[in-house]
């Protein structure tokens, strides 16, 4: 685990938000929680005969691999823009450990979630919805900060995937091997 100014508790469940204030916290707790809920987490991967980095990538023994791009933002497009642009020029379809990772996931954490009113919970709703069409009609999913589960097509409950090994859902990689695809195909950057 990556050495930062604040510690990450064992169990990420209890982590205080408010002290996650850089993308490398973000990094910290996303890498913790991974593991916390058996998945393989490795940082700052090239892919094959690069020079970029990319935040993540994490297996699961029964789901395979995935890339994850980590952005800690405010309201603003540009973190966003930057995290489209990294993983579809320089991350999706090159090969890591010698396997060629289609399924990128978005993973943003907002400055603005440390805030408890009502009013901002639904703007950070309504925030997170129109980013997550964005990256998903691009074939990339999107990890809901909020409740730790991504989603790779908005209304297709089989390309919803749970982080926590209790988790609700049931995903079909077969599925969202078939959205990504399409999306790759029906937008070839």
């Known amino acids: 685990m990556a050495v930062s100014e604040y510690a990450i508790p064992e169990n990420p469940h209890q982590t205080d938000y408010k002290k996650i204030s850089n993308e490398i916290l973000y990094q910290d707790y996303l890498e913790r929680y991974f593991e916390w809920n058996d998945w393989t987490v490795i940082r700052e991967v090239r892919p094959s005969q690069t020079e970029y980095r990319a935040d993540l990538l994490v297996e699961h023994d029964d789901l395979g691999w995935f890339g994850i791009e980590t952005k800690y933002t405010n309201r603003g497009g ?3 823009a930057e995290a489209h642009h990294q993983i579809v020029t320089k991350y999706r379809a090159k090969m890591y450990f010698g396997h060629r990772i289609n399924r990128w996931i978005y ?10 009113s009502y009013q901002n919970w639904m703007n950070e709703q309504y925030l997170m919805g129109i980013t997550q069409d964005f990256f998903q009609r691009n074939g990339i999913g999107y990890l809901n900060p909020l409740d730790m589960t991504i989603q790779f097509e908005r209304g297709n409950g089989d390309t919803y995937i749970g982080i926590d090994r209790n988790h609700r859902y049931e995903p079909d990689i077969d599925e969202i091997d078939r959205v990504v695809k399409r999306r790759m195909e029906q937008y070839p950057y």
Do not use: V
């Open 78 to 80: 540009r973190k966003m």
């Open 107 to 116: 993973a943003p954490f907002y400055e603005f979630l440390e805030h408890d």
